[in-house]
């Protein structure tokens, strides 16, 4: 989001960020978690020939392609499935994420060469997706607004690496074919209706962010008048005046924070506050009712509530991954709005404890959903060169986190994340170098080409229980968050976090329970025993000793954790057959992220320091 004052009919949209991001070359990732995450999905993603990224929409044109076809045993997850060409624009999405701030400008040349190829399947007025060519079959698709808004995505994230005018061209035909098509069947009342259907359809809401984009890029007020057409104002209206029952209760989540991200941009675009605090309630209401303590949310895909009003069902299809994606950038557009780096704890939470623990360190597989209690990660490998959606949203996420390190405030720098890095802007380098978050050490190297005052910002993150310490070349400075001051080059700045290990407490589920975190970083307790493990609803056999993979077990730690994070643990009260030689057992504590296979909880029900 950038701001822009381009008129194309009427309506000129004036953002004013309190953060604005950095450029696509102005900042690089170095060293840490971090960049090795971007390196495995820079490697993975760019690995997929472009021939096949591309297929489907020239098959869909009947032209010619070298690239190749999926296997059709996958065909509900590939190309030319039941979301034809969706799983392209994915990559392409992600792809662009990736290659904003990896240094590599291969990457953005592949991209500009890709929208150009695209740009000769598309009809002549401007219809893009794989989907049926024929002016009568074009919307027949159960998720029609998915496809456009991926579409139009995908060619504004590569417009905004490159420059490119005809990916901006692309985006803007695909979405006039819609609102061209879309005026002709618009009912009285408003909204969104297509080929008769008597009521909107609801992936109409995730237009929104495609649309904020674009009014952001062309100021053109067909896209303001599409995006009033696919809202939920009864949903607006009950964030803005304070339902007392939570309206977000068993609402698809992913679909709902694509809205919210979307009437928030809108608002900011438009100065409509009404938007703005809906959206800003929504994400109160999220973040204190349905965040688990990995930062992320959903259970079958939803936001739920229990018997208890606010249960959290993190053993029910729990986190999926797409939701984290969305979430990070709802918080990432929420940061440069408003200025407050609390959203950029949230990023941290989700991206640590969610997305790259969602993603298999090895092959880079995503889970579809990531219980936080479980027996192996379910890491979901998509079909060869072909990407699910969890998959492209996870990749989409943890692409974006490169653009949250640092940001531009009215009076300097704002360092937001913690990561081996390298930003240059406006004359000024700035340096970071640390492992965090194996340690909270950070040393900072301030390089401007001359004198300059300004205010070097940085996050104090909120599970810091005492304040850091702040050294500026060698001398003690306080810890409030920022220094201003005249740099000069070959300034430093050391912040120490303290990072000791902590333990959460927490009884939403009616069972005292504790999880481990140290930093930013969620521990589980991972254990191996001779019991099974099976699955709710599932019968046991005569005499099993299987443990039911859902609460209420839970392995009870009872002796003092040791400083490498290992401890004993006894199976709390439970039936007699489950009691026996494998009764007791030793947890070892490990980042929730590093787990791949094995037993594991990030609950546990007692721990004793």
Partial sequence: MADTAVSHGGVVPTVSLKQKPFKFGEVTLKSGL?????????????????????????????????????????APKVQTGAWPGLYSTFWMSGAAQIARWSGDPSQAQTLARMVHELAETKEPDGFLLAIGRAPNERWNHADLFA????????????????????????????????????????????????????????????????????????????????????????????LVEGSKKDPLVGRHASTWADFFLGIYQIGLATGNQRYVEAALNAWSRVRERHLFITGSMSSGEQWVSGSDGWQLRETARAQETCCAGIWVAFEQNLLQGTGD??????????????????????????????????????????????????????????????GVIYG???DGIAINLYAGSEAIS????????????????????????????FTLSYRIPQWSSSAPCVEVNGSRSEPNG????????????????????????????????????????????????????????????????????????????????????????????????????????????????????????????????
């Fill in 34 to 74: 971090l960049y090795d995450r971007f390196v495995l999905n820079a490697n993975r993603t760019f690995a997929i020939p472009p021939n096949d990224i591309l297929m489907p929409f020239y098959r869909a044109r009947g032209l010619p392609s070298p690239g190749k076809e999926l296997n059709s045993d996958f």
């Fill in 147 to 238: 496809l456009v808004r991926s579409m139009v995505r995908c060619m504004l994230d590569i417009y905004e690496l490159t420059g490119d005018k005809v990916a901006l061209e692309l985006a803007r035909g695909q979405m006039d074919c819609l609102y061209n098509d879309l005026k002709e069947r618009r009912p009285p009342g408003g909204g969104v209706v297509l080929n008769g259907m008597d009521r909107p359809i609801t992936s109409c809401y995730k237009l929104l962010p495609a649309l904020s984009q674009l009014l952001l890029h062309t100021g053109d007020e067909r896209y303001l008048e599409l995006a009033e057409m696919s809202l939920d104002l009864p949903l607006i209206n009950d």
């Fill in 341 to 402: 780096m609390a959203h950029a704890d949230r990023i941290e939470d989700a991206a640590y404890n969610d997305l790259f623990a969602t993603q298999s360190p090895n092959s880079g597989d995503f889970c579809y959903f990531l219980n936080l209690q479980g027996m192996d990660k379910p890491y979901d490998p998509p079909p060869a060169r072909a990407y699910h959606c969890c998959d492209g949203n996870g990749l989409m996420g943890i692409g974006r986190l490169g």
């Fill in 408 to 410: 531009k405030t009215a």
């Fill in 426 to 453: 406006d004359g000024v380098k700035i340096t970071q170098e640390t492992d965090y978050p194996a340690s909270g050490t950070v040393l900072i190297r301030v390089e401007p080409d001359q004198p300059r005052r």
């Fill in 482 to 609: 920022m220094i201003a001051r005249e740099w000069k080059a070959g300034d430093k700045v050391r912040l120490e976090f303290p990072m000791e290990q902590t333990i959460v407490h927490d009884t939403r589920i009616g069972i005292v329970r504790m999880a481990m975190r140290r930093g930013p970083v969620v521990y589980a307790g991972t254990w191996s025993d001779d019991l099974p493990v099976r699955m709710s609803g599932e019968v046991p056999p005569q005499g099993s000793r299987s443990h039911v993979d859902v609460w209420p077990y839970v392995p009870t730690v009872v002796a003092s954790t040791t400083r490498s994070l290992e401890a004993e643990a006894l199976h709390p009260a439970v039936p007699s057959t489950l009691r026996g030689s494998a009764s007791r057992i030793k947890v070892s504590f490990v980042p929730f992220y590093a787990v791949t296979h094995g037993k594991y909880s990030v609950w546990l029900s007692e721990i004793q320091l």
